[in-house]
């Protein structure tokens, strides 16, 4: 393992971009699981798919516009997304899971014009949905590391604000809390750490890596901070086993990072399930 990561540069961009997105996606999916907005993962990350598809028609088709990468266009198709969806919550209020039907549907159907406008699928897009993180530059790197960052102070500055806005939204608003604001911010930031994810995981997985080691966590925590806690362990866990073994086994990286992430919670699922059998029918 460390003789690779001596040897090649591109490994060492590999494990420091898993790392760092084995770090920011539960941190945000914690609060997207408790505030019942896991589906919004999956709507964004289509729209990010729209995003990158701009982002290579226009590659072909605009000069200039060749040297840059897909990801910026997928990173600010995802933030307009993320501020499209505060706006029908706001219009919608009683039913605020609208914006998610919506929003998907929609990405879906730009990214399928916007691909095929752009010669249909290739290597290109094929990375982008299901994950390349072993192609990972030095450029890319330097982006999700910055996305890191604006996470982790995002969280810093708002930890109970959100914690507040998570649990009881009514009480927070009425201490003075800008649930507006607030929430706006909290879904740019999702749409910034699923910009950056999609280069580790791919668009069609990146809402596991999520959800997943939550899922996993809240089966035997018995705290906010504990989920939390456990989620990054877990997600951390997933990122390297599915890292390696996707080298060794020659898997794609996404799919193999996620599949452990699932083997994790099966594993959880079965010993929970087994200490419960075994204390209704202890050995005598």
Partial sequence: MFDLLIQYEWMRNALYAGVIIGFISPLVGVYLVVRRLSLIADALAHVTLSGVAAGLLMQKEVAWFQGVNPLY??????????????????????????????????????????????????????GYLFGSILAVDEGELTLIAGIGILVVLFFLFFYKEMFALSFDEEHAVLTGISRKIINLLFMLVVALVIAASIRVVGILLVSALMTIPVAASLQFTNSFRQTLIWSVVFSQLAVFSGLFAAYYLDWASGGTIVLVSVAILLLILAVKRIVRIFRRNPVS
């Fill in 73 to 126: 266009t997928g990173m600010f198709f995802s933030l307009a997304g993320s501020m499209f969806v505060e706006k029908v919550r706001s219009l919608y209020r009683s039913y605020q899971e609208l914006a998610i039907p919506i929003l998907l549907s929609g990405g879906i159907g730009l990214g399928v014009v916007l691909i095929s406008a752009a010669d249909g699928f290739n290597v290109d897009i094929a």
